[in-house]
C-alpha cells in the first residue's frame, strides 16, 4: 500500500479521536502482513497519565482481530504539525517488529509522507533478548 493512502486512512481514524483536553487529534494505520488495515485514533483520560496514543490503539486492535504482523504504519497529526510517534509507541511497535524493519509513514509540516523504519526511530530496542540475558531472572 502507497504511503499516501495509508496516511488517509490514519486521517479518517484521526475524526474519531477523543481529545477534549489537549485538543491534539491523532489518527494511525496499521498495515498487516496479510494487507488488511487496522486503525486506531488517541484517546485521552481526565486522568491525563491514562491517555492511550492512536498507535497504540491500533496495535492493540490489530492484536485483539489476530493480527501480529506487520508492514507499516501510519500517523497523522494535526494538519500543519509534523508527528512521529512517541517513545512508549515505538517501544510498543518494537514488540511486533523485533528486527525493526517496520515502515513508519509520517505526515509532514506540508502534508507529504515521510517515512523512516523503526529500527532508524528505536535504535538499540530493548526486547525479549534482554530478559532472557538475565541470569537468574531477576
Ligand atoms: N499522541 C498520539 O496519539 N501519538 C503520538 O505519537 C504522540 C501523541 C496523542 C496523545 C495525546 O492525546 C495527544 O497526542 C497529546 O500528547
Do not use: K, W
Not at 474519531?16 to 494487507?35: I, K, M, N, Q, T
Not at 514488540?95 to 509540516?109: C, I, K, Q, T, W
Request: proline residues 6%; neutral net charge; contains cysteine.
Amino acid at each position: 500500500m502507497q504511503a499516501a493512502a495509508l496516511l488517509g486512512a490514519a486521517e479518517a481514524a484521526r475524526a474519531r479521536a477523543h481529545a477534549p483536553y489537549s485538543g491534539f487529534r491523532v489518527g494511525a494505520a496499521l498495515l498487516c502482513e496479510d494487507g488488511s488495515l487496522q486503525t486506531g485514533c488517541s484517546v485521552e483520560n481526565a486522568s491525563y497519565g491514562a491517555t492511550i496514543c492512536a498507535e497504540r490503539v491500533a496495535v492493540g486492535a490489530a492484536i485483539a482481530a489476530g493480527r501480529r504482523r506487520f508492514q507499516a504504519i501510519a500517523i497523522a497529526g494535526p494538519a500543519g504539525v509534523a508527528l512521529s510517534p512517541c517513545g512508549i509507541c515505538r517501544q510498543v511497535l518494537s514488540e511486533f517488529s523485533p528486527d525493526g524493519a517496520l515502515r513508519v509513514v509520517m505526515r509532514a509540516a506540508d502534508g507529504s509522507a515521510q517515512e523512516a523504519t523503526l529500527a532508524a526511530l528505536l535504535p538499540n530496542a530493548f526486547g525479549p533478548a534482554d530478559l532472557a540475558a538475565a541470569h537468574p531472572p531477576g
